[in-house]
């Protein structure tokens, strides 16, 4: 069995808006093209979706606009996101064996790449949407001066879904949390139990909205693969 977790209790602070999930894009809040992408995907059987308390109401009128066929909880997130993805796992089914971890701000996520990173969980225990980085990447740790070259054909840029055998995650974030650390990637928590991650290459544009001036792209992009 297979779930996903949204993860939607964030603020935005980037975007000068606390609820940029709730801005509208394409007719609808973003989040509710996330929502919708994944309850469309045969691959999932149940979704949890981590919002903020006062969210709930929101969230269950959202479920009926968007017609929302999956199974799904509705929780509380924590203070950072690795606490809302703990929340999250514990809120899982016990049938569920893998689990996409999604980024509730990145509506534009395929049922194709959904799909590819659970088979590649399935067989590597750890998944992860990337893609390889285009641009040439200077280091500089005062933010003025270029002080190292990075080699960009070894460099990916991680996104989500980040998808991991249930078990397999559940240690790396316990880890996380015995060590007191903090991480802004689930697949970083990885790292502390030697769990190796595969990538898995987008086919397609996957952004997630974090400027006012994503959402104008977003809907371009929403538009152009007919899911309006």
Known sequence: M???????????????????????????????????????????????LVIRDDQIEFFTELALKIKARKRFKMLEGGKER???????????SPAVDLVAIQDGARPCTSHALINATFAAAKEFGAAVAAQRVTDTIKESSDG????????????????????????????????????????TDDTAACELIHQSVQLVSCGTPNPKVTVPEDLAYVELLLLKAGRL
């Open 82 to 92: 690795q606490d809302s993805v703990w929340n999250g796992l514990k809120a899982l």
């Open 2 to 48: 297979n779930a996903a977790i949204i993860v939607a209790a964030g603020q935005g602070t980037r975007m000068g808006n606390p609820d940029k999930l709730l801005l509208e894009v394409a007719g609808r809040p973003v989040v509710a093209h996330t929502w919708a992408r994944f309850d469309s995907c045969d691959a999932v059987d149940e979704i949890v």
């Open 144 to 183: 003025k001066r270029i002080e190292r070259h990075l080699d960009r054909s070894k460099l990916w840029a991680v996104q989500t879904p980040q998808t991991f055998r249930v078990e397999v995650i559940r240690r790396a974030l316990g880890a996380v949390r015995e060590k007191s650390l903090t991480v």
